[in-house]
C-alpha cells in the first residue's frame, strides 16, 4: 500500500472510531489501540507533508497558536430569540403566526442548551471555517479550537448540499466542568464558575492544544443554505444526525401550544437529570416554507421563540444604592447586594430598573431581597422580605442629581427614567456617545476601543467624536499603554472611517431611538443629512416605520446649534453623510405608496429577493393582508383563507412573472 493510500485509510478508520464513540456512545476499539493509529498517522503525515490535510483527525489534538482571532461577516445573519414566560405568551405568539399563515401549524420543540453559540460552515463535506455568534452580524474565526472538538465532524457521512452552514451551541458538560475544577483546585487554583463562562472562554483561548483538553461538546440544532434537502425543522435534525452531527434526540414535534406546554413542563422539572446546562425550551414553527413566509423582525425571527425557565431565586442583604448615567443621560438605580450564589455565579450587583420600580418593591437600603436573573444577564430585585425589616430601614430617597456632574435631574412626564440634562459635559455622556460612535455596529474604528475612548477624554485629548478625526500619533504617544504602533493604528482606524456608508453614520452620532433599522429607513428615504436636519414632523412621520416619537426626537437633534456643528464638522473631515452612487443603484420609486404582501412558493425568484425588490423600488412590504394591502403577490401552495380575505377585500393579486414585469 502506498503512503498515501495508507494516510487515507488511517483517516478513514480514526473518523468512522470517533463517530462511534461521541455521537453514536459506542466503543468499538480501546483507547489503547487508538492512541496506536493516532500516532501512527501523525507519523507518517510529519513524513509526507505533501499530503496534509486540515481536518485531518490529528488536528484534533490542537497545536495552532492564534494570537488574534479574525473578525468574520456572517453569510446568514445569527438572530436573538424573543423570550416568553407562560403559557400566555405562547398563545399570543401563536396569534400572531395565525395572521399571516394559512391551515394547521406544527411546532418542534428543543431544549435550549446554555453555551456558547457556534456556526459552522460546510463545502464539500469539509469542515472549512467556525464562527462565534459575535454581535449576529459578525463574529470571531475559531476554527483551530473548534476542531479539536470530538463531537464536530470534519468530514461528513453520506450525501449533504455542497455547502452550507449549521448551528449549534458549544457547551461543557457537568461531569467535565467538575473534573476540571477538581483538577484546578488540587493545583491550587480558582474554580471556574460555572459551565456556559467556561464553554465559551475555551473558544478564545490562543493555544489549540490548550482548548483540546477541555471536554467540550458542540450539539447542533439548525441548518441554514440554499436548496436544502428538508422541508421542516424536525426534518433537519434527523438529516444533520445522518451526516455525523451530535444532535440531540430529544427534541420533538408538538400539534398545539398544549403539547409545546407538556414539554415545557416535564423538562423544567426534569432537567436536573440531563448532563448540560439548559435554561428553557426553544419553540420553532416546524414546516421551512412557513418560517420563510412569517420571516423576521429586526432582532428576531417571527418562527422561533425561547421560552425560559422558572428563574433561580435567592435571598440577600441590599446594601447601598448606586446611580449609573448612560450614554443618553439616562439613570439607571444598581444595588449594591451582599455577595450570594446565583445560577452559577456570584452576583454583587443587581438593576433597580427606575424610581417607579423600587417605590412599587417598596425597596429599602437594609432590607433582605429576593434576587432572579429570569433571562436577563444582569440580576434583578424582584421582591422584599419585609418580615425581615426592621424600624431603623427608612424608604428611599431618589436622586435629585446627577452622581457625575450634579446637574439637577429631570424626569418627563410619562417617562420612567430621570435623565442628567449636562449632556455636553457630564462625563459618561460624553465617553458614551463617543463609544457608540466607534462601536463594531456604528463607526467600526479599528484599534479604539472604549477603554481608550474614556482615556482620551480623561486626558483632554477628546471632548466629542468629531475630535477624533484631529488626533495625530504624537499626541497618542505620551498616554499610557500606547505604544508607537497603537498609536498609528488608532490614527489609520479613524481616517479609515471615513468610508462607512451613511446609514451607520447616522446611526453613529446618536440621535435617541434612532437605532440601526431606523437610521437605514431615513437615509434611504432622505438620501442625505441635510434633507434629515430639514424635514419637518410631518414629513418624518409619514415614513415608513417612523412614530412621532422617533420624529420628535430626530427634530430635536437638528434643532440644537451643537449637533449641527458636530454635522459640520463631519462633513470637514469626509464623512460619508449622503447616500453612495453604488448604494442608490437600483433604487427607484416605481413602487412608491404601494403595500405588498407574498405568499405562497416562488420559482424565478426567492421570497428574500421578491422583498428586497419591492423594498428597492419604494414598495413596503406586509405580512398580513389589510385594507391598507395594494397587492397579493400569490405564488404556489398560498393558503386558501389569505386567498379569500385578498378576494374579499378586492385586492389585486399578482403572480410571480406580473409582478417582475410590473418593474420592467
Not at 474554580?191 to 490548550?210: C, F, H, I, M, V
Not at 435571598?315 to 449594591?336: C, E, F, H, M
Amino acid at each position: 500500500m502506498t503512503p498515501k493510500a495508507q494516510i487515507l485509510e488511517l483517516r478513514k478508520k480514526l473518523n468512522a472510531y470517533n463517530h462511534a464513540y461521541y455521537i453514536l456512545d459506542s466503543s468499538t476499539i480501546s483507547d489503547f489501540d487508538f492512541d496506536m493509529l493516532l500516532q501512527q498517522l501523525q507519523q507518517l503525515e510529519q513524513q509526507y507533508p505533501e499530503f496534509d490535510d486540515p481536518n485531518s483527525p490529528t488536528k484534533r489534538v490542537g497545536g495552532g497558536i492564534t494570537k488574534n482571532f479574525e473578525t468574520v461577516v456572517h453569510e446568514n445573519r445569527m438572530y436573538s430569540l424573543d423570550n416568553s414566560y407562560s403559557k400566555e405568551d405562547l398563545l399570543d405568539w401563536e396569534k400572531r403566526i395565525q395572521k399571516i399563515i394559512d391551515g394547521p401549524v406544527n411546532y418542534t420543540c428543543e431544549l435550549k442548551y446554555d453555551g456558547a453559540s457556534i456556526s459552522l460552515t460546510y463545502e464539500q463535506g469539509k469542515l472549512i471555517k467556525a464562527v462565534t455568534r459575535g454581535d449576529g452580524m459578525q463574529g470571531d474565526n475559531v476554527t483551530e479550537n473548534i476542531k479539536t472538538i470530538k463531537t464536530v465532524p470534519l468530514e461528513l457521512q453520506g450525501s449533504f448540499p455542497e455547502k452550507f452552514d449549521i448551528r449549534g451551541e458549544i457547551v461543557l458538560p457537568f461531569e467535565g466542568f467538575e473534573a476540571m475544577n477538581k483538577s484546578r483546585i488540587a493545583n491550587g487554583e480558582e474554580p471556574y464558575a460555572n459551565p456556559r463562562n467556561t464553554a465559551s472562554g475555551s473558544l478564545k483561548l490562543q493555544d489549540s492544544t490548550e482548548t483540546a483538553k477541555r471536554p467540550l461538546e458542540c450539539l447542533l440544532y439548525s441548518l441554514v443554505g440554499t436548496e436544502l434537502p428538508v422541508k421542516s425543522q424536525f426534518e433537519s435534525l434527523e438529516k444533520a444526525r445522518t451526516w455525523g452531527f451530535k444532535v440531540p434526540e430529544i427534541a420533538t414535534l408538538a400539534h398545539t401550544i398544549e403539547e409545546v406546554m407538556d414539554f415545557v413542563t416535564y423538562w423544567d422539572s426534569n432537567r436536573s437529570k440531563l448532563p448540560y446546562e439548559t435554561d428553557g425550551v426553544v419553540i420553532k414553527v416546524n414546516n421551512l416554507l412557513q418560517q420563510e413566509e412569517l420571516g423576521y423582525t429586526a432582532k428576531a425571527p417571527r418562527w422561533a421563540m425561547a421560552y425560559k425557565f422558572k428563574a433561580e431565586q435567592v435571598s440577600t442583604k441590599l446594601l447601598s444604592i448606586d446611580y449609573q448615567v448612560g450614554r443618553t443621560g439616562a439613570i439607571t438605580p444598581v444595588a449594591n447586594l451582599s455577595p450570594v450564589a446565583l445560577a452559577g455565579t456570584i452576583v454583587k450587583r443587581a438593576s433597580l430598573h427606575n424610581a417607579d420600580q423600587i417605590e412599587k418593591l417598596d425597596i429599602r437600603v437594609g432590607d433582605t431581597v429576593y434576587v432572579e436573573k429570569g433571562g436577563e444577564i444582569i440580576p434583578k430585585i424582584v421582591g422584599v422580605n419585609i418580615s425581615q425589616r426592621t424600624d431603623t430601614i427608612i424608604p428611599v430617597l431618589y436622586a435629585t442629581n446627577c452622581p457625575e456632574c450634579n446637574s439637577e435631574l429631570i424626569r418627563s412626564e410619562g417617562d420612567a427614567k430621570h435623565y442628567c440634562p449636562n449632556d455636553e459635559a457630564c462625563p459618561p455622556q460624553v465617553i458614551g456617545r463617543i463609544e457608540h460612535f466607534i462601536s463594531r455596529k456604528a463607526m467600526d474604528i479599528d484599534g479604539l476601543g472604549g477603554e481608550t475612548a474614556g482615556l482620551l477624554v480623561k486626558e483632554g485629548l477628546i471632548s466629542d467624536y468629531t475630535d477624533l478625526y484631529k488626533l495625530t500619533v504624537d499626541q497618542l504617544l505620551p498616554l499610557e499603554r500606547m505604544a508607537k504602533k497603537s498609536a498609528e493604528n488608532l490614527v489609520n482606524g479613524v481616517k479609515a472611517s471615513s468610508q462607512i456608508p451613511f446609514e451607520r453614520v447616522l446611526f453613529a452620532i446618536g440621535i435617541r431611538f434612532v437605532g440601526e433599522t431606523v437610521a437605514k429607513k431615513l437615509a434611504k428615504h432622505f438620501k442625505n443629512i441635510d434633507a434629515i436636519a430639514k424635514a419637518s414632523l410631518e414629513t418624518l412621520e409619514a415614513v415608513d416605520e417612523i412614530g412621532i416619537k422617533i420624529a420628535e426626537s430626530v427634530v430635536l437633534f437638528f434643532q440644537n446649534p451643537v449637533n449641527i456643528q458636530k454635522i459640520d464638522r463631519l462633513k470637514s473631515f469626509g464623512i460619508q453623510l449622503e447616500m453612495s452612487a453604488e448604494s442608490q443603484e437600483g433604487l427607484t420609486d416605481k413602487l412608491t405608496g404601494n403595500t405588498y404582501v407574498i405568499s405562497g412558493v416562488f420559482h424565478q425568484i426567492s421570497r428574500k429577493e421578491l422583498k428586497e425588490l419591492i423594498e428597492k423600488n419604494g414598495g413596503k412590504v406586509s405580512s398580513s393582508i389589510s385594507s391598507k394591502t395594494s397587492f397579493l403577490i400569490a405564488g404556489d401552495a398560498m393558503g386558501p383563507s389569505k386567498l379569500a380575505k385578498a378576494e374579499k377585500l378586492g385586492i389585486t393579486m399578482l403572480n410571480e412573472a406580473d409582478f417582475l414585469k410590473e418593474l420592467l
